[in-house]
């Protein structure tokens, strides 16, 4: 992206913003969910200790009801967005995030914290289905894939520091520091989302939330084969993803035996998705969307099925392990960027309503493989590698059905 100039990138749709200031603040609300997850990794044993949980996997629901309400809400902020603009749903969502991290900072109990982590996720549902209806109402097609890998460059480092800035601020204020952080996060981006974020959906273009509309928008969106079948494939992916970010934490300090290092090996396991971002940033636009994911999906089938063999030999150490897990997120970073985009694509008169839809989802499906699969963890690395498999062969399965067959086409195609 380097080569192209900014200028000739901004669209009309958020000026008064610069094409740069606009990919930042997209980053920046994006973020919002991966800070949330991803910060609270290191904390999850003093959370069970904290409130006495005496089932050692139960802590993970600290991340699983945020993501339930994560994408719960991505079916109601599509369509409200649609109808009464992105501004109002984006800000009243970030005020939302706002008022539960206050929530979590004062939970007497497990239970009012899992309350307040999932009106976490409802807010954050927001930050996403607005982040990317606001890109597709200014861009589309190969243009949107880059712009969404530029947002995703900016603010692919939180899950690479997240899980350390956890850790650095447990050490000064335990586990509730945490939720002070990302208050005052949330505060700053909705500050600068209500000072500078314009309106990126013209009046004359907004939608009916009647319930006979809103559903023929849902309808058009499951009935696509491209947007329903790629949002399949994400799921499944995002299953996998969740599934080891749920277990990473009991992965690396019962089995790998890492201690406090934990978070400094997941941080060299991410930096594969930021790898992925700025690669296909400056690729995607020459080759296209579908030879990028095609090509990362046949890439996780491989790293699945050489974990899941490794397991079953018992012979996978930390050495491969941490390899293998980077080229895993890798290939992620390179999967979902585009396969967002080639959902979203042919879906540019209801991007709102489609966002929502694909994003509950993908969620909501990567939320039910991710803990089912998370909360089989039994001390070893079977229930991971095994289910890692599973929904990586799914969804090349899915893909191929959408593609009828045809993996790798440069060239852009909407299936209807």
């Known amino acids: 992206?380097?080569?192209?100039?900014?200028?000739?990138?901004?669209?009309?749709?958020?000026?008064?913003?610069?094409?740069?200031?606009?990919?930042?603040?997209?980053?920046?609300?994006?973020a919002l969910n991966p800070l949330a997850m991803d910060m609270m990794l290191p904390a999850l044993p003093n959370i069970g200790s904290a409130f006495h949980l005496e089932v050692a996997n139960?802590?993970?629901?600290?991340?699983?009801?945020?993501?339930?309400?994560?994408?719960?809400?991505?079916?109601?902020?599509?369509?409200?967005s649609d109808r009464f603009g992105r501004r109002p749903v984006l800000l009243g969502g970030m005020a939302v995030y706002c008022i539960a991290s206050l929530l979590a900072i004062a939970a007497p109990s497990f239970e009012t914290l899992l309350l307040a982590r999932a009106l976490q996720g409802l807010g954050t549902s927001a930050t996403r289905v607005i982040a990317v209806s606001i890109v597709r109402d200014c861009y589309a097609g190969r243009k949107m894939a880059s712009v969404m890998s530029l947002a995703m460059m900016v603010f692919i480092a939180v899950?690479?520091?997240?899980?350390?800035?956890?850790q650095a601020?447990?050490?000064?204020?335990?586990?509730?520091?945490?939720?002070?952080?990302?208050?005052?996060?949330?505060v700053a981006a909705l500050i600068w989302s209500a000072l500078r974020m314009p309106e990126t959906l013209p009046v004359s273009e907004r939608k009916s939330i009647a319930i006979r509309d809103v559903l023929g928008a849902f309808r058009q969106t499951v009935t696509n084969r491209q947007t329903f079948g790629?949002?399949?494939?994400?799921?499944?992916?995002?299953?996998?993803?969740?599934?080891?970010?749920f277990s990473s934490q009991q992965i690396f300090t019962e089995i790998y035996h890492l201690g406090h290092y934990f978070p400094l090996a997941f941080a060299a396991i991410a930096v594969g998705v930021a790898i992925?971002?700025?690669?296909?940033?400056?690729?995607?636009?020459?080759?296209?969307?579908r030879v990028m994911s095609h090509t990362a999906l046949v890439i996780f089938v491989a790293v699945a099925g050489t974990m899941f063999a490794a397991t079953r030999l018992h012979m996978l150490p930390l050495g491969l392990f941490m390899p293998l897990a980077a080229l895993m997120m890798?290939?992620?970073?390179?999967?979902?960027?585009?396969?967002?985009?080639?959902?979203?694509?042919?879906?540019?008169h209801i991007a709102g309503t489609a966002s929502s839809l694909y994003g509950s989802i993908t969620t909501l499906l990567g939320i039910g493989i991710g803990a089912t699969i998370g909360q089989d963890y039994d001390g070893t690395l079977v229930p991971f590698t095994t289910g890692f498999f599973l929904c990586t062969l799914a969804a090349l399965g899915v893909v191929l059905m959408v593609e009828k067959g045809r993996l790798f086409r440069p060239h852009q195609f909407v299936i209807k």
């Open 276 to 289: 992925a971002g700025f690669l296909n940033a400056k690729i995607v636009g020459r080759v296209g969307m």
């Open 159 to 166: 899950p690479v520091i997240a899980p350390s800035f956890g």
């Open 230 to 245: 790629y949002a399949l494939a994400a799921g499944g992916v995002m299953g996998s993803l969740f599934a080891f970010v």
């Open 330 to 348: 890798f290939a992620f970073g390179l999967m979902m960027a585009n396969f967002t985009a080639l959902a979203m694509e042919p879906q540019g």
């Open 1 to 30: 992206m380097s080569d192209i100039n900014a200028d000739a990138w901004v669209s009309s749709g958020h000026r008064p913003m610069g094409f740069p200031e606009f990919v930042v603040v997209i980053a920046s609300i994006m």
């Open 169 to 186: 601020v447990m050490l000064l204020a335990q586990w509730r520091g945490i939720f002070i952080v990302l208050m005052l996060y949330g």
């Open 58 to 80: 139960r802590p993970q629901m600290v991340l699983s009801i945020f993501l339930l309400g994560f994408g719960v809400g991505q079916f109601v902020m599509g369509p409200l």
